[in-house]
Each structure stands twice: as structure tokens, then as C-alpha cells.
């Protein structure tokens, strides 16, 4: 219960195994090579395949409708989306795609969650708060409430964002279907503590240096819920090209040589206290890049 006893702001990861993914486009035009890569990540002995969900841009596939098409061609690998915005897929069609992907999955499906980004298209492809404020506060309200129309019986539900009556995403997924969150800014972070079962930035999108911050504002969030910090997966999607070709850097984008990532992910797991990583190549032959992460950057990692 929170405040009852603070928890100690320690992540202890020793017994969790690393997971090792990749991120694919939704991209039509490299629609003939989506189910190729992910068929490639898992023979290289990927965890996991995610997939990027911005329903907004034009240029890009549906989501889920790829991610059902991936787990009728995978049989070992998670499936995610990386990440689904709340503003545009309401909680009870969430769970109700969620709990199916995992029941045809055979048990294989995480919910990345968000909401969404850039946030400002979003309300012109119908979102349901114009504002971001309005969004995340859904937000906080919505996963728990994901995690009720999960259960076995009917729920009704009378909150400030959403309202339902009777309601259930049956067939109740088995397992419990992980909701990984993709934060940056606080008041994200604290939801994220509260409610997550993973915490999924992107390099992209922060200065490593703020890493530690966000990680102890995670932990305080969940200590103030009654959670256990050390149970949220941290999974970093790092944005890069593994190229002797290019100039290295390790900013915003991770670019450089098989041992200039290797130096880096090591880094990211021991100094940044990410357990986990998605490689998302943005340069170059995505199949290529996945054969190089899972043959030369992944083995060389560790744990």
C-alpha cells in the first residue's frame, strides 16, 4: 500500500534474463522485407520483434495488423508494438488486442504503450484529447484499467477519461500480458512507475546523461504506489547503423563499428542500469544490420 514501509531505491536485475530485439518499419515500402527480417531476428536468436505505430502518418502500415502477421510467421519471439498511442485506441480495444495477440500468439505479446508521438498529429487523425497534459493523465487512468477488462468478469467503470458498463476483453490472456510504457518527460515517468511492467525510451529522444534522473523518478513513483522498483524491465531502443563506414558517435543516434556497440551497450547495462535493448537500424539493409547485431554487437554484450 503506498506509504506503508519505503522501499529501498535499488533495481536488482541479477535474476532477470536480458532480452535483445529489433525494431522494424511499418513502412509499405519495405513491407516485402518485414516478415523476412523478423524471421531472420529469431533465427539469430532475437527475444524480441517490435514494430513502430503511428497510425497518423500516411506512410506507414497498421500496426497490430502487421504484428498479427508476424506472429503467424514467428513461433519463439515477442511480439510488440513500439509504441501504441493511447489517443488513438481507446483502453477496452486495447485489451480486447491485446488479450487475442496473445491467445494466437500462443503467449508471445507485450503492450508497448504511449501516447502518442509526435503528439500534435495526433489530434487531427481523431485523437481524443487535444492537448498532451490531458493525454497522459488518460494515461494513468487507462492501464489500470486495461489490466481490470483482463480479469474474469464484467467491469463497469465510471472515471474522468473513460466510461464503461459491463465490460470485458476476454479471452483473458495467459500469461499476463506486460505493459512496457515509452517515457521521457515526469509526469510520464511517474505513470510509468505506478503502473508498468517495463520502461521503453529511445536514444533518439533523451541525453544520456539524464538517464540516472529519470530511472530514480521512475523508482520514487513506484516506491509511492507500494511497487517494487526492481520489477520494471528497462528496455532502451537504440537508434543507430553498425557501419566501419560511418563516423562513430554515441549521442542520439549510436552509430559506429560492431565494438564501438558492443562498448556502448555495455555501458547502457552497467552505468545506465538498462537491462535490455532494441536495435532500430535507420541506415543502410535492415537485414543486414539485424545479422550484424545478433552476429557481432549481441554475443560480445553479455548477460
Known sequence: MPGAGRL????????????YGVALPASPRHFGRLVESARLAEELGADLVTVSDHPYLPSELETFTLLALLVGRTERVLVAPNVAPLTLRPPAMLAKSASTLQFVSGGRFVLGLGVGGPYELTP???GAWPGIGQAISALDEAIPLIRRLWGPESID???TYFRLKQANAGPAPEPDVPIWVGSFKPRMLAVTGRHADGWLPTNAYLD???????HRRIDEAAQA???DPGRIRRVFNVMGTISDR???RN???LNGSARHWVTALRDYRDRLGFDSFVFWPVQGDVREQIRLFFEQVHPHVGR
Open 208 to 214: 544520456l546523461a539524464e538517464v540516472p534522473e529519470l
Open 251 to 253: 549521442d542520439r543516434l
Open 124 to 126: 487531427g487523425f481523431g
Open 8 to 19: 529501498p531505491t535499488v533495481r536488482t536485475m541479477s535474476e532477470r534474463r536480458s532480452l
Open 246 to 248: 560511418v563516423p562513430e
Open 225 to 227: 504506489a507500494g511497487r
Open 157 to 159: 467503470h465510471d472515471g
